[in-house]
C-alpha cells in the first residue's frame, strides 16, 4: 500500500467550517438588480391599443383612397354621359368632319355655379371645330379609339380638372377620326371624397375613446381574480401555508396557482427543517452549557491553582466541543436548504491529499496510521472544493474517533468508468447491517459505543453527497492483523466530466 509523506501541520477546522457555511448558505447567487414594477392590466392595454393607434392613421389613408374612387364612378358616368352627347353632334359635310351643336347640348355643357364643364372637338388633322381652344390636349389621344372612353386627369388655368375624350369617324375615308373631349373641374369630386372621410373618420373619434374605456373596463374585470387572489393570501395568517384551493381561480391562472402551491410547500419544508434545527440545537446544547456553567463555578471558587487549572482546561475543552457541534448544526442545517450551490471543476485526487495530509498530526498523535491511495491520474468532477473537503473532513474524523490506538485508516480515490470514488477506510468495530441507515439520521448514536462525538457527522457527509449527485455507501472491512469488524464508506460521485489523462 502506498502511503503518503506526511507534514506536520496543525489541523484547522473552524475557518473550513465557516467557509462551508459560508457556500452553502450563499450559494451560487450574483447581484440582484431592482426591477421595476409593472401593471398587467397596464401591459395588456399597450399591447392592444398601441397597434390600434398605429392602424388608425393607415386606416384614415386607406378611407381616401377609398373615397375618392367612390367620388370618381357618379362623375365619371355623368362626363361619359357628356362626352356621347357631344360625339353625336360631329357628322361628315362634303367629306369634312363638321359640328353641329344644338341648343340643347349647348345648355347642358354650360358651365354653371355647380359644375364647370368645357368641351373641345378638333379634326382628324387637329383643325378646331369648337369648343374651348385652352382645353389642354390628352397625353392618350393618339391611342384613342371611335366608341372607347378614356380618362385623364390634367390642369387647366391653375386648377385640376378630369378629362374624357374619344375618338368619332367624320370626315373623309382614310382621315383620323375627330377628337372629342369633354372636362370638369375636380372641386365636386374632392367635395364629395372629403364628405365621404368626414362621414367615416368624425365617428372614429367618439367611438374610439368610448372602446378604450370599454376594453380598460373589460380588462378590469379580467383581472379581478388576480385581485381576490392577492386579498386571499393577505388575509391568510403568517403561519398558513397551506396550499391554494385552484378550483376557485379561473383555468387561465391555475399554473399561477399551482406555481404558489409549489413555492408554499417547499417553503414550508424549510420551516419545518428551521424548527427542527431549533429544537435540535437548544437539546443539544443544554448537556455542553451546563458543562461549561459547572467548570466555571469551580474555577471561581477557592481553589488550588492546580484545580483551576484543571478548570479551565475542562473549560476550553467544553467550548471546543460546543463550537464543534454549532458548527456541525448550521452546517446541517445549511445543507438541507435547496439553495444552488455553486459547482466547477474540481481535482477530487489533489482535494482529497492535501485534506488527508491535514489529519497526520492528530492521527499520529493518537497512535493511528494514516495513509492516502492516489489515483494514477487526476480525477476531475463537478463539485464544490470547500464542501467536498467537509465531506472528507468528517469521514476522516469519525474513522479517527472510532478506530483503537494501533488501528489503521486509509483514504483512498480511484476514477472508474464513469464513475469517480473516494473511499475511507478504518479497522475499528464498524457498523452492523441493521443501523447503517440509521448512522444517517441527525444525533444517532451507535449503541455502545465510547466515542466522543454529536451524532451529525455523517448527516453532514450525506447532505454534501446529494448537493453533488453522489450515493454513500457503507459496508464492513475487516483489515489483515486486525480483530474488529472495520468499515468502509465509498462515496461515489457522477461523471459529470471526463477523468484527464
Known amino acids: 500500500m502506498a502511503r503518503a509523506n506526511w507534514r506536520t501541520e496543525k489541523h ?45 392613421p393607415m386606416s384614415v389613408a386607406i378611407t381616401y383612397v377609398v373615397a375618392q374612387n367612390i367620388a370618381d364612378v357618379p362623375y365619371d358616368r355623368a362626363l361619359a354621359s357628356h362626352l356621347h352627347i357631344l360625339a353625336r353632334q360631329v357628322h361628315t359635310v362634303d367629306g369634312k368632319a363638321a359640328l353641329d351643336m ?33 382645353l389642354p390636349l ?9 366608341g372607347a372612353v378614356r380618362y385623364e386627369d390634367s390642369t387647366l388655368r391653375g386648377f385640376a380638372i378630369r378629362l374624357a375624350y374619344t375618338r368619332v369617324d367624320a370626315g373623309a375615308p382614310g382621315d383620323t377620326p375627330a ?42 374585470r379580467g383581472v379581478a381574480p ?50 427542527r434545527f431549533v429544537a435540535d440545537a437548544a437539546h443539544q446544547l443544554k448537556t455542553p452549557l451546563a458543562g461549561l456553567r459547572t467548570q466555571a463555578e469551580l474555577a471561581l471558587r477557592d481553589a488550588s491553582p492546580d484545580e483551576m487549572q484543571t478548570s479551565l482546561r475542562h473549560l476550553v475543552a467544553g467550548s471546543e466541543r460546543a463550537t464543534r457541534l454549532v458548527n456541525q448544526l448550521l452546517l446541517l442545517a445549511r445543507a438541507e436548504n435547496p439553495a444552488t450551490v455553486g459547482m466547477a471543476p474540481t481535482d477530487l ?24 491511495e ?26 479517527l474517533r472510532y478506530t483503537p490506538r494501533g488501528g489503521r485508516v486509509t483514504v483512498r480515490v480511484r476514477a472508474l468508468s464513469g464513475t469517480a470514488l473516494l473511499e475511507v477506510e478504518d479497522s475499528g468495530p464498524g457498523i452492523a447491517p441493521d443501523e447503517r441507515e440509521r448512522v444517517f439520521d441527525r444525533f444517532y448514536r451507535v449503541l455502545g459505543t465510547t466515542a466522543e462525538g454529536s451524532g451529525l457527522g455523517l448527516a453532514i457527509v450525506r447532505e454534501i453527497a446529494q448537493k453533488h449527485g453522489a450515493s454513500v455507501e457503507l459496508a464492513d472491512h475487516p483489515a489483515p492483523g486486525y480483530v474488529l469488524r472495520g468499515l468502509k464508506i465509498t462515496v461515489r460521485f457522477p461523471s459529470h466530466l471526463q477523468s484527464e489523462t
Do not use: H
Not at 354653371?112 to 372637338?121: A, K, P
Not at 372636362?183 to 364629395?192: F, G, H, K, N, V
Not at 491529499?353 to 497526520?360: D, L
Open 12 to 56: 484547522r477546522t473552524s475557518p473550513l467550517n465557516q467557509e462551508a457555511l459560508d457556500i452553502l448558505r450563499n450559494g451560487a447567487r450574483g447581484p440582484s438588480f431592482a426591477m421595476p414594477r409593472r401593471s398587467l392590466l397596464g401591459e395588456i392595454l399597450d399591447w392592444m391599443l398601441a397597434p390600434l393607434f398605429l392602424l388608425w
Open 138 to 146: 390628352p397625353k392618350g389621344a393618339d391611342v384613342a379609339v371611335p
Open 349 to 372: 485526487n489533489a482535494l482529497a491529499c492535501e485534506q488527508t495530509t491535514q489529519w497526520a498530526p492528530q492521527a499520529l498523535a493518537i497512535g493511528i496510521d494514516l495513509g492516502f
Open 102 to 134: 344644338t341648343e340643347p347640348v349647348r345648355s347642358l355643357l354650360r358651365a354653371n355655379e355647380t359644375n364647370s364643364v368645357f368641351w373641345l372637338v378638333l379634326g382628324g388633322r387637329g383643325q378646331y371645330l369648337g369648343g374651348d381652344r385652352e
Open 226 to 275: 388576480l385581485n381576490a387572489l392577492q386579498q386571499r393570501l393577505r388575509a391568510r395568517r403568517p403561519d398558513d401555508l397551506s396550499p391554494i384551493d385552484a378550483r376557485a381561480t379561473p383555468s387561465e391562472i391555475a399554473p399561477l396557482v399551482a406555481a404558489i402551491n409549489d413555492l408554499l410547500e417547499r417553503l414550508s419544508a424549510t420551516v419545518q427543517t428551521q424548527r
Open 374 to 399: 492516489e489515483a494514477d491520474r487526476p480525477v476531475a468532477i463537478a463539485g464544490n472544493a470547500i464542501l467536498l473537503a467537509e465531506l472528507l473532513n468528517n469521514l476522516v474524523d469519525n474513522a
Open 179 to 220: 377628337l372629342v373631349i369633354v372636362a370638369e373641374t375636380a372641386e365636386r369630386r374632392a367635395q364629395l371624397a372629403n364628405d365621404i372621410i368626414k362621414g367615416v373618420i368624425i365617428p372614429q373619434f367618439v367611438v374610439l375613446p368610448i372602446a378604450v374605456l370599454l376594453v380598460w373596463f373589460g380588462l378590469s
